[in-house]
Protein backbone atom coordinates (compact mmCIF):
# COMPACT_ATOMS: atom_id res chain seq x y z
CA UNK A 1 0.00 0.00 0.00
CA UNK A 2 1.14 3.32 -1.15
CA UNK A 3 -1.10 5.55 1.11
CA UNK A 4 -4.81 6.53 1.50
CA UNK A 5 -7.12 9.26 1.75
CA UNK A 6 -9.49 8.06 4.30
CA UNK A 7 -11.10 4.63 2.22
CA UNK A 8 -9.80 5.51 -1.00
CA UNK A 9 -6.36 3.26 -0.45
CA UNK A 10 -3.56 3.87 -3.41
CA UNK A 11 -2.49 0.73 -4.31
CA UNK A 12 -0.04 -0.80 -7.05
CA UNK A 13 -0.39 -5.21 -7.35
CA UNK A 14 -0.94 -7.62 -9.86
CA UNK A 15 -4.84 -6.54 -10.26
CA UNK A 16 -5.11 -3.22 -9.24
CA UNK A 17 -3.24 -0.01 -10.26
CA UNK A 18 -4.73 3.20 -7.86
CA UNK A 19 -1.89 5.79 -7.46
CA UNK A 20 -1.79 9.46 -7.50
CA UNK A 21 1.12 12.06 -8.98
CA UNK A 22 1.02 16.18 -9.73
CA UNK A 23 1.52 16.25 -5.41
CA UNK A 24 1.66 19.84 -4.16
CA UNK A 25 1.62 20.41 -0.67
CA UNK A 26 1.38 24.84 -0.11
CA UNK A 27 1.37 26.20 3.01
CA UNK A 28 1.09 30.29 4.03
CA UNK A 29 1.24 32.32 6.86
CA UNK A 30 -1.64 34.44 7.55
CA UNK A 31 -0.50 38.49 8.00
CA UNK A 32 -2.24 41.69 8.98
CA UNK A 33 -1.39 44.43 7.87
CA UNK A 34 -1.50 48.04 9.85
CA UNK A 35 -1.60 51.51 8.29
CA UNK A 36 0.30 54.41 10.06
CA UNK A 37 -0.32 57.49 8.86
CA UNK A 38 2.75 59.01 6.28
CA UNK A 39 4.79 55.66 7.26
CA UNK A 40 4.88 52.26 5.45
CA UNK A 41 2.40 49.94 7.19
CA UNK A 42 3.15 47.58 9.84
CA UNK A 43 2.92 43.86 9.51
CA UNK A 44 1.80 41.25 12.05
CA UNK A 45 2.04 37.35 11.95
CA UNK A 46 -1.43 36.10 13.05
CA UNK A 47 -0.07 32.39 12.74
CA UNK A 48 -0.35 29.79 9.98
CA UNK A 49 -2.75 29.03 7.63
CA UNK A 50 -4.60 26.03 6.70
CA UNK A 51 -2.28 23.72 4.32
CA UNK A 52 -3.81 22.92 0.86
CA UNK A 53 -2.58 19.52 -1.48
CA UNK A 54 -3.27 19.32 -4.73
CA UNK A 55 -2.77 15.90 -6.85
CA UNK A 56 -4.11 14.20 -9.78
CA UNK A 57 -5.60 9.99 -9.51
CA UNK A 58 -5.95 8.40 -12.40
CA UNK A 59 -8.45 5.69 -13.35
CA UNK A 60 -8.52 2.98 -15.99
CA UNK A 61 -10.34 -0.36 -16.30
CA UNK A 62 -6.96 -1.89 -18.02
CA UNK A 63 -5.68 -1.64 -14.57
CA UNK A 64 -8.85 -2.88 -12.33
CA UNK A 65 -10.50 0.35 -11.69
CA UNK A 66 -14.05 1.32 -12.34
CA UNK A 67 -13.75 4.93 -13.42
CA UNK A 68 -16.76 5.85 -12.83
CA UNK A 69 -17.22 4.11 -9.69
CA UNK A 70 -14.15 5.84 -8.30
CA UNK A 71 -15.00 8.95 -9.16
CA UNK A 72 -18.57 8.62 -7.50
CA UNK A 73 -17.24 7.94 -4.17
CA UNK A 74 -14.94 10.99 -3.98
CA UNK A 75 -18.10 12.90 -5.40
CA UNK A 76 -19.87 11.48 -2.07
CA UNK A 77 -16.57 11.85 0.17
CA UNK A 78 -16.81 15.84 -1.00
CA UNK A 79 -20.32 15.86 -0.10
CA UNK A 80 -20.13 14.47 3.10
CA UNK A 81 -17.77 17.29 4.18
CA UNK A 82 -16.25 14.53 6.24
CA UNK A 83 -13.04 15.33 7.44
CA UNK A 84 -10.18 11.99 6.75
CA UNK A 85 -6.44 11.37 7.55
CA UNK A 86 -4.31 11.13 4.52
CA UNK A 87 -1.65 9.12 4.73
CA UNK A 88 1.43 7.92 2.62
CA UNK A 89 3.97 5.92 3.29
CA UNK A 90 2.65 4.69 6.74
CA UNK A 91 2.82 8.42 7.70
CA UNK A 92 0.03 11.06 8.41
CA UNK A 93 0.26 14.35 6.29
CA UNK A 94 -0.46 17.24 7.94
CA UNK A 95 -1.39 17.83 11.48
CA UNK A 96 -4.87 16.13 11.63
CA UNK A 97 -7.51 15.48 8.78
CA UNK A 98 -7.99 16.80 5.79
CA UNK A 99 -11.40 17.56 3.82
CA UNK A 100 -12.06 17.55 -0.11
CA UNK A 101 -12.54 21.57 -1.30
CA UNK A 102 -12.89 20.48 -5.41
CA UNK A 103 -12.50 18.25 -7.61
CA UNK A 104 -12.04 18.16 -11.29
CA UNK A 105 -13.44 15.22 -13.44
CA UNK A 106 -11.88 14.03 -16.97
CA UNK A 107 -13.23 11.98 -18.89
CA UNK A 108 -10.66 10.87 -21.59
CA UNK A 109 -11.79 7.73 -22.55
CA UNK A 110 -15.58 6.63 -23.35
CA UNK A 111 -16.74 3.54 -25.13
CA UNK A 112 -19.59 2.87 -27.82
CA UNK A 113 -22.20 2.68 -24.61
CA UNK A 114 -20.91 5.14 -22.08
CA UNK A 115 -19.06 3.52 -20.17
CA UNK A 116 -15.92 5.67 -18.97
CA UNK A 117 -13.11 3.29 -19.21
CA UNK A 118 -10.23 6.06 -18.47
CA UNK A 119 -10.60 9.42 -16.37
CA UNK A 120 -8.66 11.43 -13.80
CA UNK A 121 -9.76 13.46 -11.00
CA UNK A 122 -7.43 16.84 -9.64
CA UNK A 123 -8.04 16.77 -5.77
CA UNK A 124 -7.79 19.91 -3.70
CA UNK A 125 -7.19 18.95 -0.56
CA UNK A 126 -7.40 21.39 2.50
CA UNK A 127 -6.08 20.79 5.94
CA UNK A 128 -8.83 20.27 8.66
CA UNK A 129 -8.30 21.47 12.35
Given at each position: ??????N??FV?S??T?????K???????????H??HL????????G?D???IT??I?F???????P????????????S?E?????????G????K??IK?Q?????H????????I????LT?????
Amino acid sequence: MIGALGNVVFVVSAETVRTFDKFERSSEGRWAKHEIHLQKPKSEFLGPDLDVITFEIRFDVAYGINPRKEMDELIALARSGEAVPLVIGGKGIGVNKWVIKSQVQKWTHIDNRGNVLISSVELTLEEYI
